[in-house]
């Protein structure tokens, strides 16, 4: 079965650092998405991304958070300068334009 | 701002019983909804998903929307223990996103 594949499944930084969030969505589809989720809290929505734009984004996503295409394959999540606040569980999906498969998601830790 | 609650506390139900949850919404525009499970520290997995007023079912799983009453519910029939997790209902809204509740925790007691 066809999988969202993301690299780091953990990563450690310290505040003040950029980090990248990689992805490999499934190949067919057409929307890609990252949300995250803080330990104990919602699962929430960051940003969508459609025919290599952005197509909506939260709240959340200021002017830290970027997404990139760079590649036929891979979506990149950078989130510039981190802050401790940031340390959450990330997760990719990707969806044809129904329903969304997440890819099993990168824990960011900020210390 | 869309709304998704997801109220009652952890469920605790016998193997091979039935588990109902239940989760209710803000928007009485919103159109679809969505079911997924999450084990501690995982994704969410999709279960199901419902647009249409009624029930929807899949194997032991059947969702119910009720569109004038604003709520979505999840029943799951013969409980496993491998059912016992977080489910999560989350609104399809805008241009492709989704709107989660929080979660009701299952544990399915052997």
């Known amino acids: 079965e066809p999988e969202v594949t993301q690299t780091p499944s953990h990563q450690v930084t310290q505040m003040g650092q950029e980090v990248i969030l990689r992805c490999v969505p499934i190949?067919?589809?057409?929307?890609f998405y990252w949300y995250r989720q803080i330990l104990g809290q919602k699962v929430e929505f960051l940003v969508s991304f459609y025919n290599n734009e952005i197509s909506e984004k939260s709240e959340i996503f200021d002017d830290q958070f970027s997404v990139e295409r760079p590649d036929g394959s891979n979506f990149t999540l950078k989130i510039r300068s981190t802050k401790l606040e940031d340390s959450a569980m990330y997760f990719c999906a990707s969806s044809p334009g129904t329903d969304y498969t997440f890819g099993s998601g990168t824990r960011l830790t900020v210390v | 701002q869309k709304e998704v609650e997801q109220n009652s506390g952890p469920l605790s139900v016998p193997e091979g019983a039935i588990a109902s949850l239940n989760c209710t919404y803000s928007d009485r525009g919103s159109q679809s909804f969505f079911w997924y499970r999450q084990y501690s520290g995982k994704s969410p997995e999709l279960i199901m998903f419902i647009y249409s007023n009624g029930d929807k079912e899949d194997g032991r799983f059947t969702a119910q929307l009720n569109k004038a009453s604003q709520y979505v519910s999840l029943l799951i029939r013969d409980s496993q223990p491998s059912d016992s997790a977080t489910y999560l209902c989350a609104d399809h809204y805008g241009n492709n996103r989704l709107a989660f509740g929080k979660g009701n925790q299952v544990v399915v007691i052997p």
């Open positions: 190949s067919n589809h057409l929307y």
